[in-house]
């Protein structure tokens, strides 16, 4: 049965990732399995031919066109050469909306370009050891102090942590509220390869997640962070 959900666009922007996939990540995937880590050149690269970012505006190098297709088409053709461990659709698919959405003038400005090129990568923490990925019983605890926001807790099971520049990081800001009381920060100080605009004192694991063990995935053991008040965003 012909499928009727993508238009001649779609058709072209999956033949054009095809041969992306070809070229960029079938000849080495193998490697960043064995190194449980995919190359950060291939971010660059995928930025650099418009695989990033589609519905983030032009004026921050994005693709400016608001339509999930583009991002279903990334994942099936992700998913039908068993390619998972990319990262590609988390950072399409899931923390645009929160930069889209939730960050302010300034903060888009810093981050989308990089995030439309390649030269940012993002994760989310949601995860928590114990509590698996429920929201409304998460541990970690975001607590103002002068400037910054101090983050506290242990998160788990992060893609693209190891490589990530950016990541949101859910914690609880007012816990005396109850159960639906929470909030999203944004803080590069998710993995030691992010921004020394924040700072952390606590350790990263790196378990490995077969089958898709090219996936740069980590968590954070119980310890503290800081992230500058700026780079936080309340939902």
């Given at each position: 049965?012909?499928?009727?959900?993508?238009?001649?666009?779609?058709d072209?922007f999956?033949?054009?990732?095809?041969?992306?996939?070809?070229?960029?990540?079938?000849?080495?995937?193998a490697?960043?399995?064995?190194?449980?880590?995919?190359?950060?050149?291939?971010?660059?690269?995928?930025?650099?031919?418009?695989?990033?970012?589609?519905?983030?505006?032009e004026?921050?190098?994005?693709?400016?066109?608001?339509?999930?297709?583009?991002?279903?088409?990334?994942?099936?053709?992700t998913?039908?050469?068993?390619?998972?461990?990319?990262?590609?659709s988390?950072?399409?698919?899931?923390?645009?909306?929160?930069?889209?959405?939730?960050?302010?003038?300034?903060?888009?400005?810093?981050?989308?370009?990089?995030?439309?090129?390649?030269?940012i990568i993002?994760?989310?923490?949601?995860?928590?050891?114990?509590?698996?990925?429920?929201?409304?019983?998460?541990?970690?605890?975001?607590?103002?102090?002068?400037?910054?926001?101090?983050?506290?807790?242990?998160?788990?099971?992060?893609?693209?942590?190891?490589?990530?520049d950016?990541?949101?990081?859910?914690?609880?800001?007012?816990?005396?509220?109850?159960?639906?009381?929470?909030?999203?920060?944004?803080?590069?100080?998710?993995?030691?390869?992010?921004?020394?605009?924040?700072?952390?004192?606590?350790?990263?694991?790196?378990?490995?997640?077969?089958?898709?063990?090219?996936?740069?995935?980590?968590?954070?053991?119980?310890?503290t962070c800081?992230?500058?008040?700026?780079?936080?965003?309340?939902?």
């Open positions: 049965m012909e499928r009727t959900l993508f238009e001649p666009e779609h072209l999956r033949e054009s990732y095809r041969k992306f996939l070809d070229q960029h990540v079938a000849p080495h995937h490697e960043w399995e064995q190194a449980g880590v995919v190359d950060r050149q291939l971010w660059l690269e995928a930025g650099k031919q418009g695989f990033l970012g589609m519905a983030v505006p004026e921050f190098g994005g693709g400016g066109v608001k339509d999930f297709r583009y991002n279903a088409v990334i994942t099936e053709e998913t039908k050469g068993q390619y998972s461990g990319l990262g590609f988390l950072h399409n698919d899931v923390i645009a909306p929160y930069l889209l959405e939730l960050a302010n003038d300034e903060q888009k400005q810093r981050w989308l370009p990089g995030f439309c090129s390649g030269e993002t994760a989310i923490a949601m995860t928590e050891p114990g509590t698996g990925s429920d929201l409304q019983g998460i541990k970690t605890r975001a607590v103002k102090d002068g400037d910054d926001w101090v983050i506290n807790g242990a998160k788990t099971f992060i893609t693209n942590g190891i490589n990530s950016i990541v949101i990081v859910v914690a609880q800001t007012d816990p005396d509220k109850g159960r639906w009381a929470s909030h999203c920060s944004s803080s590069s100080a998710a993995c030691p390869a992010s921004s020394a605009a924040a700072t952390s004192t606590r350790s990263v694991s790196r378990p490995r997640t077969p089958p898709s063990s090219a996936s740069p995935t980590c968590g954070f053991r119980p310890g800081s992230a500058p008040r700026a780079w936080a965003s309340s939902t």
